[in-house]
């Protein structure tokens, strides 16, 4: 059985789990802001594109953490999955910007 004091399994629990539960937090806003609004400064398809790429993260994401939880929390993730995943919610929250800035005006 494996010793839950290796500071590397104290590494994820630490940073990990709060990562994946911020991805989820802001894949869940962008989710319900595609969902719900109509964004003028984009056509339906980017739109649509855009809201096919959140839920399609979102299932990468909850796989992910029921690995992690399955494993309890000792088993990390590759850069190669997060990366995509920091960019999508990067693109969503310059979305989401501009959507409030277009409301503002």
């Known amino acids: 059985m494996p010793d839950s004091n290796v500071p590397g399994t104290e590494l994820l629990k630490t940073v990990l789990e709060p990562l994946l539960e911020d991805f989820q937090h802001w894949f869940t806003r962008s989710r319900h802001l595609l969902e719900t609004e109509e964004l003028s400064f984009m056509s339906h398809q980017k739109q649509s594109d855009l809201l096919l790429r959140v839920k399609q993260a979102q299932d990468e994401l909850n796989t992910a953490k029921m690995l992690f939880n399955a494993t309890d929390k000792q088993v990390g993730i590759e850069m190669a999955t997060l990366m995509p995943w920091?960019?999508?919610v990067t693109e969503c929250?310059?979305?989401?910007?501009?959507?409030?800035?277009?409301?503002?005006?």
Do not use: S
């Open 93 to 105: 929250w310059n979305v989401a910007m501009r959507f409030r800035q277009g409301r503002e005006v």
């Open 86 to 88: 920091h960019e999508l």
